[in-house]
Each structure stands twice: as structure tokens, then as C-alpha cells.
């Protein structure tokens, strides 16, 4: 078991471009979430996925925004045409359906800073 | 809508002192409640959760909480501080049924403990 993955850890970018950010969960886990984490805030939900069915979308989720989980393994979350207010980490977690209630494993998170 | 206060934004203590770290919640049925801590550099861990049934809980590291259902109240204790407890602590909310993952966070509690 090596913990949720998420790349880059780091992202600086100018604004107007668009950035994409990767997340490997557990390997034997279904769920995967996004949250987003502002400096001073708690994470706040995007989406989460169940396999590859993208289940919800938070209404934090602009239409410049979009996610994906193609095979129901790794997720994308991309950003197009990046605004200063999207600043913030992005937080990736992943559960089991069948394991522990509630139990969310987060990775380090991707900071993204838009100039 | 569910939602989580944490009244303290930082809290200082001394190495061996006790704590209690403030939660609390709305939402319209019984809540899950957990507690989160976030070490500078690392993912979210889960310190403990509460579903149902006995309302003083045991997680891991030391720490307890008590659900107060009157109070709407899941505050996080630990009787004896040590160093490495020093991080950011959150209390979030889950709703009840599928995808009970989605969390709300409240805005955390920053710990600092002095020797």
C-alpha cells in the first residue's frame, strides 16, 4: 500500500493557462474524491467518482473545470484558462465502498499557484 | 445544508497539558462526525469517527471524542499533549447513506505546542 499519489505537488502557472493535476488512489480502492483547500479554509468537495462514473460535482465546480476517471484507476482534474482565485490546493482521496465507513485516505495534495 | 464551526482558529499549549479541541455541527439528522489532523507537508489522517452507538470514541495517537447530540457538539480531547501532536486539526460532517465520503469541513483548529 503506497497512499494516494498526487502530481505535481506543485504547480505554478500564469493565468489564462490551463493546468492538469493527476491522482493515483489506493490501488483497491473505488472511490475517489477531489477537494479543494484555500489558505485558512478546510477542504472543500468537488466531485467524487465511484469506479469511472463521476457520481456528483459540487457547484464549486466551474464549467472550466473537469475531471475524469477514464478507467476507474488514476483521476484528472483540469483547469482551463486558470484565474488568480483558482490558487489553492487541490486534494485528492480515495475509500472503499466495502471497507471502513467514512474513512477517506488523502494524498499530499497538488498546490497550484496562478500568477 | 450541513455545516461545521470550529471556534478556535489557533490553541496553545503546553507539552504534557491537556487538550480539548471544539466541533460544532448542523445538520438535520444524525450526523457521522469525524476528526482529521493535517501535518505541515502531509495528507489529511484520520484521527477517529463517530456513527452511532456509543457516544465517547477512542481513535488512534490518544485521542478521544464525545458526541453531544444536545450541544451538537463532537469535541476532541487528549489528556496529555505531546510535541508531535502539533498540526492542524479539522472536524468534518458526513450525511448519512452512499457517498457519505462527501465531507464538510469546518475551518480547522491550528495547534502549537510549547515545551
Known amino acids: 500500500d503506497t497512499g494516494v499519489s498526487q502530481n505535481p505537488r506543485h504547480k505554478i502557472t500564469k493565468r489564462g493557462q490551463n493546468v492538469t493535476f493527476r491522482c493515483d488512489p489506493i490501488s483497491e480502492h473505488n472511490r475517489l474524491y477531489w477537494y479543494r483547500q484555500t489558505l485558512g479554509q478546510g477542504p472543500e468537495f468537488l466531485t467524487y467518482f465511484q469506479n469511472e462514473a463521476q457520481l456528483e460535482k459540487s457547484r464549486l465546480l466551474s464549467d472550466r473545470f473537469s475531471a475524469e476517471r477514464p478507467k476507474g484507476s488514476f483521476s484528472t482534474l483540469e483547469i482551463q484558462r486558470t484565474e488568480q482565485g483558482d490558487s489553492a490546493m487541490y486534494l485528492c482521496a480515495s475509500s472503499s465502498s466495502g471497507a471502513t465507513k ?14 | 445544508a450541513q455545516s461545521v464551526t470550529q471556534p478556535d482558529i489557533h ?9 480539548e479541541l471544539r466541533c460544532n455541527y448542523s445538520y438535520g439528522a444524525t450526523p457521522y462526525l469525524f476528526w482529521y489532523v493535517q501535518s505541515p507537508g502531509q ?12 457516544t465517547l470514541v477512542q481513535g488512534i495517537k490518544g485521542f478521544e471524542a464525545e458526541f453531544k447530540r444536545s450541544q451538537s457538539s463532537f469535541n ?8 508531535s501532536d502539533a498540526a492542524e486539526y479539522f472536524c468534518a460532517v458526513g450525511a448519512q447513506g452512499f457517498g457519505n465520503e462527501k465531507l464538510t469541513f469546518g475551518t480547522g483548529t491550528r495547534l502549537t505546542i510549547i515545551p
Open chain 1, 102 to 115: 467514512g474513512e477517506l485516505f488523502f494524498g499530499e495534495g497538488s498546490r497550484l499557484t496562478v500568477l
Open chain 2, 11 to 19: 490553541i496553545t499549549v503546553s507539552e504534557g497539558a491537556s487538550l
Open chain 2, 43 to 54: 495528507g489529511l489522517q484520520l484521527l477517529l469517527k463517530y456513527f452511532s452507538g456509543d
Open chain 2, 76 to 83: 476532541l480531547r487528549k489528556p496529555s499533549v505531546h510535541w
